[in-house]
């Protein structure tokens, strides 16, 4: 089992432009959650997906939106690309009454 | 709200001191709390969920309640320890769907010869 799976590594956006990433869960999970880790802080929760439906929401704007697919990976979009939302987003899958995360190697997401 | 705190960025300890990460929290009702850990060009890993009560590579965490803390040890630092720590929360496991985590800004630990 590879675990969390993200793609890609590294993207590069400018201003305003669109983004996806996905995110594919660690074996025998059914949950997946997106977090935002900017530089020198801690992961900050965006979304969770459980059931193909958005679940809870952390204070992100409508920007960000996800989707989860029946066999359980995930992918985060972001429209209308900020500055701001340059940083490392992770994806977390987990069994839904665990409660225990396990984390993907993340996507770099620089906007210029 | 609920919100996790970690007082120090960075911990510098020689190799066999004792180490401490501080951490405290702040929520009301019954949270989960975890350790995870990150070591240098890898992903974030659960170290330590507190309901496990176990001990993972010598280090050990206990949920104080009155103090809203869950601060992180272990007796001797050893080289390969050196990493960053973060502390989270979430609300209890019996709640339900597993729920997201509330991250503090986390502490490197740099344990030196």
């Known amino acids: 089992d590879a675990g969390v799976t993200q793609s890609p590594t590294h993207l590069i956006k400018t201003r305003g432009q669109q983004v996806t990433l996905r995110c594919s869960p660690k074996?025998?999970?059914?949950?997946v959650s997106w977090y935002q880790q900017a530089l020198g802080q801690g992961p900050q929760f965006i979304f969770q997906?459980?059931?193909?439906?958005?679940?809870q929401r952390g204070n992100f704007p409508d920007r960000f939106s996800g989707h989860q697919f029946p066999n359980y990976s995930s992918e985060l979009n972001v429209n209308a690309l900020l500055l701001g939302d340059s940083a490392l987003y992770l994806c977390?899958?987990?069994?839904?009454?665990?409660?225990?995360?396990?984390f993907g190697p993340g996507t770099r997401l620089t906007v210029t | 709200a609920q919100r996790v705190t970690q007082p120090e960025k960075l911990l510098s300890v020689f190799k066999g001191a004792p180490v401490e990460l501080k951490c405290n929290y702040s929520?009301?009702?019954?949270?989960?709390l975890f350790w995870y850990v990150q070591y240098s060009r890898q992903r974030l890993q659960l170290l330590l969920r507190?309901?496990s009560r176990e001990s993972i590579k010598g280090f050990t965490a206990d949920l104080n309640k009155g103090e809203t803390s869950f601060h992180l040890k272990k007796p001797f630092a050893q080289e390969e320890d050196s990493a960053m720590y973060y502390c989270?929360?979430?609300?209890?496991?019996?709640?339900?769907?597993?729920?997201?985590?509330?991250f503090g800004t986390g502490t490197r630990l740099q344990v030196t010869l």
């Open positions: 929520y009301s009702g019954s949270p989960e």
């Open positions: 507190h309901i």
């Open positions: 977390a899958s987990s069994f839904h009454r665990r409660g225990e995360q396990y």
């Open positions: 997906y459980y059931e193909e439906e958005e679940r």
């Open positions: 074996s025998g999970h059914d949950t």
């Open positions: 989270a929360l979430s609300r209890g496991v019996n709640t339900g769907t597993a729920s997201k985590l509330t």
